[in-house]
């Protein structure tokens, strides 16, 4: 299984190391070519409007939108989250016009927890991955669902409230966390599961 990890800004690294530990091929994605071939794709954290001036500056915004379509799995974690929501608002500045992919039917907020000081570490439990150790740095929080998306996870914060952590819409997975992080390998397990089906 080969496995992309978008290589523009952000975690990368991480994702790929623990891929290769999990005995997945990981290749870093930098152009639309790099997509060819691939099984499945992660996302990272980073700065969600650097990432996403680099994918709409580098022509990759419509070759993921058409792995989407062809149901490759895509996993966005953090920035990468924020990246593939159809609404994005900040707590602080509220409207954003930045780039986004767009591809799933949620909605989140950005820095949803609070500046990078805030930064924690928490248990949640996710549907049909089970309880796992999340990073929340700068973290989005995923406040609605719709269409063919739905909420696999939530977290009771003393700022942000109940709100969502997790969503997949078909072979699609936003988590506002970073698994890379934590180093909670179910969760890639989930998701690579995705893309043997």
């Not at 915004?61 to 929501?85: D, F, K, W």
């Not at 609404?87 to 609070?114: C, H, P, S, W």
């Not at 609605?144 to 952590?165: M, N, S």
Request: aromatic letters at 6%.
């Amino acid at each position: 299984m080969r496995v992309g990890v978008l290589a523009l800004q952000g975690d990368f690294l991480e994702h790929a190391e623990i891929l290769r530990e999990l005995g997945v091929e990981a290749v870093y994605v930098k152009k639309p070519g790099d997509l060819a071939g691939i099984d499945a794709l992660i996302i990272p954290g980073g700065e969600s409007t650097t990432i996403g001036n680099l994918i709409s500056a580098r022509n990759l915004g419509e070759p993921i939108a058409e792995l989407a379509r062809s149901g490759v799995p895509i996993m966005g974690t953090c920035a990468g989250a924020i990246l593939l929501a159809r609404k994005i608002v900040d707590r602080v500045v509220g409207e954003t016009k930045q780039y986004r992919l767009g591809l799933m039917d949620i909605g989140v907020v950005r820095n949803a927890f609070g500046r990078q000081r805030n930064s924690f570490t928490a248990r949640i439990s996710l549907e049909g991955v089970g309880e796992v150790s999340a990073a929340f740095i700068r973290a989005p929080a995923i406040v609605e669902a719709w269409g063919g998306a739905r909420i696999l996870g939530y977290i009771d914060h003393p700022v942000a409230g109940r709100v969502g952590v997790a969503a997949q819409q078909g072979s699609m997975l936003a988590l506002s966390f970073h698994p890379e992080i934590a180093g909670d390998r179910r969760i890639y397990s989930y998701f690579l599961d995705l893309a043997r089906r």
